[in-house]
């Protein structure tokens, strides 16, 4: 269990590094450092990142000579699919919302993932859960609707991107099913593979539109961010392949205060009382929700 818990802190650790660089590269407010660097669309991003973590994938599965298409191709690309979109939906946000608030709703996820596993994997879901479920949605709802509280805030909350970062949480919790189902029969770099192998295409065709080509040092930030996205993937799917998720899941969310600090001193993000409130009932609706689904496959 140790490694699974290291595995997933080194996932959070990797992500935030990720966000950081999205941050800076993204079309959102400007960045209040680096100001000369090209602002890059989101989805090309994606696509710079979908080639890097192809090709590190791609390496790996000829040197260990596995399938690239592995065995469960039907788990594997609604994988693919869910996790593209859950990305692509959350680096949107990582440009328009602050990391804090960014990060903490994509931490819905758990709570769409045992939404999911009713129908997919045909879990049952106890009355508490269902309580601490609400409460987390409630917390969304009041960062939502900080604006109103607060007038004067310097950071303002969009219902439409929060909204977004919702969706998002969802495509995380149905691709974290998808892991559940293939990771019986699939090697990890089958179920990480997908993601790229379908973000290429899906990604490039979008980039026809308006690309926009890097210069300098941002070619040097794709990269990073493909390197570390990819070391994020396989951490995390390492560490739900190995670990029990009601265990070491409580652990991803040491990202959240991460991305508060970050958000604080690097992009001066100053968030209201509400707003905190809010991420708060989240991280103890997330939270409760793991412990009491822990406690519940303790007695069974």
């Given at each position: 269990?140790?490694?699974?818990?290291?595995?997933?802190?080194?996932?959070?650790?990797?992500?935030?590094?990720?966000?950081?660089?999205?941050?800076?590269?993204?079309?959102?407010?400007?960045?209040?450092?680096?100001?000369?660097?090209?602002?890059?669309?989101?989805?090309?991003?994606?696509?710079?990142?979908?080639?890097?973590?192809?090709?590190?994938?791609?390496?790996?599965?000829?040197?260990?000579?596995?399938?690239v298409l592995g065995n469960?191709?039907?788990?594997?690309?609604?994988?693919?699919?869910?996790?593209?979109?859950?990305?692509?939906?959350?680096?949107?946000?990582?440009?328009?919302?602050?990391?804090?608030?960014?990060?903490t709703v994509q931490y819905?996820?758990?709570?769409?993932?045992?939404?999911?596993?009713?129908?997919?994997?045909?879990?049952?879901?106890?009355?508490?859960?269902?309580?601490?479920?609400?409460?987390?949605?409630?917390?969304?709802?009041?960062?939502?609707?900080?604006?109103?509280?607060?007038?004067?805030?310097?950071?303002?909350?969009?219902?439409?991107?929060?909204?977004?970062?919702?969706?998002?949480?969802?495509?995380?919790?149905?691709?974290?099913?998808?892991?559940?189902?293939?990771?019986?029969?699939?090697?990890?770099?089958?179920?990480?593979?997908?993601?790229?192998?379908?973000?290429?295409?899906?990604?490039?065709?979008?980039?026809?539109?308006?690309?926009?080509?890097?210069?300098?040092?941002?070619?040097?930030?794709?990269?990073?961010?493909?390197?570390?996205?990819?070391?994020?993937?396989?951490?995390?799917?390492?560490?739900?392949?190995?670990?029990?998720?009601?265990?070491?899941?409580?652990?991803?969310?040491?990202?959240?205060?991460?991305?508060?600090?970050?958000?604080?001193?690097?992009?001066?993000?100053?968030?209201?009382?509400?707003?905190?409130?809010?991420?708060?009932?989240?991280?103890?609706?997330?939270?409760?929700?793991?412990?009491?689904?822990?406690?519940?496959?303790?007695?069974?």
């Amino acid at each position: 269990m140790g490694k699974a818990i290291f595995y997933i802190i080194a996932s959070g650790l990797s992500f935030l590094v990720v966000n950081f660089f999205v941050k800076i590269l993204g079309q959102g407010p400007d960045s209040l450092i680096f100001p000369t660097t090209e602002k890059i669309p989101t989805h090309e991003l994606v696509f710079f990142r979908s080639i890097v973590s192809f090709l590190i994938s791609l390496y790996f599965i000829k040197k260990n000579k596995l399938s690239v298409l592995g065995n469960n191709r039907k788990w594997l690309l609604i994988r693919g699919f869910s996790g593209m979109i859950a990305l692509t939906l959350f680096f949107y946000t990582i440009d328009h919302l602050p990391m804090a608030i960014a990060s903490t709703v994509q931490y819905l996820a758990p709570l769409f993932t045992v939404i999911l596993a009713v129908f997919i994997m045909k879990e049952s879901v106890s009355k508490w859960q269902w309580v601490f479920i609400t409460l987390a949605f409630f917390g969304a709802i009041i960062m939502g609707l900080s604006n109103l509280v607060v007038k004067d805030a310097t950071v303002q909350i969009s219902w439409f991107w929060l909204g977004i970062g919702v969706v998002s949480a969802f495509f995380s919790g149905l691709a974290y099913n998808s892991i559940l189902k293939a990771k019986e029969t699939e090697h990890t770099l089958n179920i990480v593979i997908y993601f790229p192998m379908l973000g290429i295409p899906v990604m490039g065709i979008w980039c026809l539109f308006d690309f926009v080509m890097p210069h300098g040092l941002s070619w040097l930030y794709l990269l990073v961010i493909g390197v570390f996205t990819q070391i994020a993937q396989i951490a995390m799917t390492k560490a739900f392949q190995i670990g029990e998720a009601s265990t070491i899941s409580p652990f991803q969310f040491i990202g959240s205060i991460y991305a508060l600090l970050v958000g604080y001193f690097i992009f001066e993000e100053k968030l209201t009382t509400a707003v905190l409130i809010g991420i708060v009932l989240i991280l103890i609706g997330v939270i409760s929700n793991i412990i009491v689904k822990h406690r519940l496959n303790k007695k069974s």
